[in-house]
Nanobody
Framework: QVQLVESGGRLVQAGGSLRLSCAAS????????MAWFRQAPGKEREFVVA????????YYADAVKGRFTISGDNAKNTVFLQMNSLKPEDTAVYYC?????????????????WGQGTQVTVSS
């Protein structure tokens, strides 16, 4: 089992920045990497970014490319999401997820463990 706990979400004005954190515990060595997803009210859960452990690279959704940056330390079991130039359309609950299969990165089913989510609200 892997436990994930997100933090850092809050209300911020458009153009501002936030840094989300995800702390992992448990059998983290069993994961391929980590990702962030988000879900706005009335919408499906949406892929934001993925980080593959051991130099596997990072992969961003077009909507956040150039504004968001994922970083992480497998040894410290922590992943961060730096979000800059925030827009009202970035408003959502942001979820940290641990990848447990070799499936497609943007599919939620590729991830076997999820955090409880942290709310990010961007005001215009």
């Amino acid at each position: 089992q892997v436990q994930l706990v997100e933090s850092g979400g809050r209300l911020v004005q458009a153009g501002g920045s936030l840094r989300l954190s995800c702390a992992a515990s448990g059998r983290t060595f069993s994961t391929y990497g980590m990702a962030w997803f988000r879900q706005a009210p009335g919408k499906e859960r949406e892929f934001v970014v993925a980080l593959i452990w051991n130099g596997g690279g990072t992969y961003y959704a077009d909507a956040v490319k150039g504004r968001f940056t994922i970083s992480g330390d497998n040894a410290k079991n922590t992943v961060f999401l730096q979000m800059n130039s925030l827009k009202p359309e970035d408003t959502a609950v942001y979820y940290c997820a641990a990848r447990t299969s070799a499936g497609l990165l943007y599919r939620p089913t590729t991830y076997g463990y999820w955090g409880q989510g942290t709310q990010v609200t961007v005001s215009s």
